[in-house]
Antibody
Framework: QLHLQESGPGLLKPSETLSLVCDVS??????????WSWLRQFPGRGPEWIGY???????DYSRSLFGRAAISLDTSKNQVSLTMTSVTEADSAVYFC?????????????WGQGIRVTVSS | LVLTQSPATLSLSPGESAALSCRAS??????LAWYQQKPGQAPRLLIF???NRAPGLPARFRGSGSGTDFSLTISSLEPEDSAVYYC?????FGGGTKLEIK
């Protein structure tokens, strides 16, 4: 059974770079069958898609992040990483990694448990 | 694409049925998924491509619709169905419906 687990610093200062890692077990990230995505969720809001990466290295990102996000794959460690530059307090949220279906509705399943990130001076 | 969910909150009793709505701002054919999220947990996939139940999901969860109007119907409500439910199509999520079972 596929399992995803996020890790990284829970507290950052404004203008710093956020770096999160998603450890994937029970399956390989090096597969043409799925995308690997990052999402975040603010309190009381629906999840917000940040972006995805494909095994080929191609990626797509939400335009709302204005180029601040980058997602990468480490197939040797079976990990998916998120980097987000120049964070502000508005980036404080719970961040999730998830496997994303390529076709149809592009649903997300499974999800990691999430990691809370707080940006504060 | 904007997904608008209604109602924002729904309060029902055990055994009753719940009808949750998701309206898309443009035609998305049958490409819609539904999730359940409980406090402190990640969203859990319930339904994909309108009406396909995730493995292990009871048949009392039923998705329907096409084009711009979609519904998630939960029959024979149980207390553990209390959660927030989201619809989703690719990178877009709805704002959620909070279902309370009292």
């Amino acid at each position: 059974q596929l399992h995803l687990q996020e890790s990284g610093p829970g507290l950052l200062k404004p203008s710093e770079t956020l770096s999160l890692v998603c450890d994937v077990s029970g399956g390989s990230v090096n597969t043409p069958a799925y995308y690997w995505s990052w999402l975040r969720q603010f309190p009381g809001r629906g999840p917000e898609w940040i972006g995805y990466i494909y095994y080929s290295g191609s990626a797509d990102y939400s335009r709302s992040l204005f180029g601040r996000a980058a997602i990468s794959l480490d197939t040797s460690k079976n990990q998916v990483s998120l980097t987000m530059t120049s964070v502000t307090e508005a980036d404080s949220a719970v961040y999730f990694c998830a496997r994303q279906e390529i076709v149809g509705a592009g649903w997300f399943d499974p999800w990691g448990q999430g990691i809370r990130v707080t940006v504060s001076s | 694409l904007v997904l608008t969910q209604s109602p924002a909150t729904l309060s029902l009793s055990p055994g009753e049925s719940a009808a949750l709505s998701c309206r898309a701002s443009q035609n998305i054919d049958i490409y819609l998924a539904w999730y359940q999220q409980k406090p402190g947990q990640a969203p859990r996939l319930l339904i994909f491509d309108v009406s396909n139940r995730a493995p292990g999901l009871p048949a009392r969860f039923r998705g329907s619709g096409s084009g711009t109007d979609f519904s998630l119907t939960i029959s024979s409500l149980e207390p553990e169905d209390s959660a927030v439910y989201y619809c989703q199509q690719r990178g877009t999520f709805g704002g959620g419906t909070k279902l309370e079972i009292k």
